[in-house]
């Protein structure tokens, strides 16, 4: 039984998740989000400053939802990347002054290992092969899983250019929906009709896309367009343009690889027409879709918990005290 306190602090958001053996037992989050809105996008030092503001707390807010004390906690698991250089740091140092204060071991974990592990809390382990696809503000990747804890990560794609989240929040801008604009977006698109406007799926290579392109032909529509935007129409013909692309693309590498399970996490994963297009695909495809809860696909600290407790159970290798930020990791 061991219990992990997970740290997130890649981006805006200040994650805290407590996890024994696969159960998510308290969790509490702050984010700067409202900080950078005037800014159309995170400002790395205000987050940075949030960040080293709101840690202490929101891991005392974690034990207290759980009714636990920090001395019940066994190991420490911290994003080291990717993110924000300066933001990284702060929940690094803040994880490793829990371990040596705690005499606990130390975990730095991949942001993307924790995005796909958050859905483990919900609906148990993973198969021994799956596909993900990872889909956030920062990130656009289709990957081929063994074992979380153990298996390297083999990256079947990635996007050549914008990810989707940033595609979303370019188009909302775009629209004057504001930021963050994925929910925005899918607000507007709610009243919309997906086939007003035929809108390009852009690719590059089999497992490869390519959001610049689709975010460009929504401004040229509204450039060449006289007369009030139909904005419905236009949230919506951009959404089924990115749903598409992806849902095609991370179905065909199921079929290719001889996977049977999809999960699709991050921010991105939160989009209900995401879900429902590729419930429908992966129902007629014979593969078991896996999509955590909405509040579990955005930045959060169970996520990283999750991965440091698959990790304590593989018996898999701590990390050194020297452990540092890399903000650029790849996959
Ligand atoms: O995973 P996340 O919280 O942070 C990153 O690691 O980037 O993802 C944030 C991204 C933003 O681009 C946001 O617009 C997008 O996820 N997002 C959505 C939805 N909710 C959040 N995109 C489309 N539809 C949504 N409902
Ligand atoms: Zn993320």
């Known amino acids: 039984m061991t219990l992990v306190l997970g740290i997130e602090s890649s981006c805006d958001e200040t994650g805290v998740g407590l996890v024994r053996d696969g159960v998510l037992l308290g969790e509490a ?12 996008g995170v400002v790395p030092e205000i987050a940075a400053r949030a960040h080293l503001d709101a840690l202490v707390p929101t891991v005392r807010a974690a034990l207290r939802e759980g009714g636990l004390a920090l001395s019940d906690i066994d190991a420490v698991a911290v994003t080291s990347g990717p993110g924000l250089a300066s933001s990284l740091q702060v929940g690094l140092a803040a994880a490793k002054a829990y371990a040596v204060s705690l005499g606990v071991p130390l975990l730095g974990v991949h942001h993307l290992a ?15 092969r799956s596909i993900a696809l990872v889909v956030s503000g920062g990130h656009t990747s289709l990957l081929l899983l063994g074992d979380l804890a153990r298996d390297p990560i083999v990256h079947l794609g990635d996007t050549a250019d914008d990810a989707a989240g940033e595609a979303f929040d370019k188009v909302a801008r775009l629209l004057g929906l504001g930021y963050p604009g994925g929910p925005a977006v899918q607000r507007a698109a709610e009243r919309g009709d997906p086939a007003a406007i035929r809108f390009p799926r852009p690719s590059a290579g089999t497992y490869g896309f390519s959001f610049s392109g689709l975010k460009t032909a929504v401004a040229r529509w509204i450039e060449r367009h006289d007369g009030p935007l139909p904005i419905a129409d236009l949230a919506a013909s951009f959404q089924e343009a990115a749903v598409d692309v992806l849902t095609a693309k991370a179905v065909a590498a199921c079929a290719a690889h001889e996977v049977g399970t999809l999960v699709i996490a991050g921010g991105v994963a939160a989009n ?31 996520m990283i ?22 903000p650029s990791a790849p996959l």
């Open 29 to 40: 989050l702050s984010s700067s989000m409202a900080e950078h809105l005037r800014f159309g």
């Open 114 to 128: 924790g995005h796909v592990a958050a859905d483990t809390l919900v609906h148990g382990p993973l198969p021994e």
């Open 272 to 302: 209900a027409r995401l879900r429902a297009v590729a419930e429908a695909r992966c129902a007629a495809a014979g593969i078991t879709l896996r999509v955590p809860p909405p509040r579990l696909c955005t930045d959060n600290g169970a």
């Open 305 to 326: 918990a999750a991965v440091g407790s698959m990790v304590a159970a593989a018996g898999a290798p701590w990390a050194p005290m020297g452990l540092a930020a890399d």
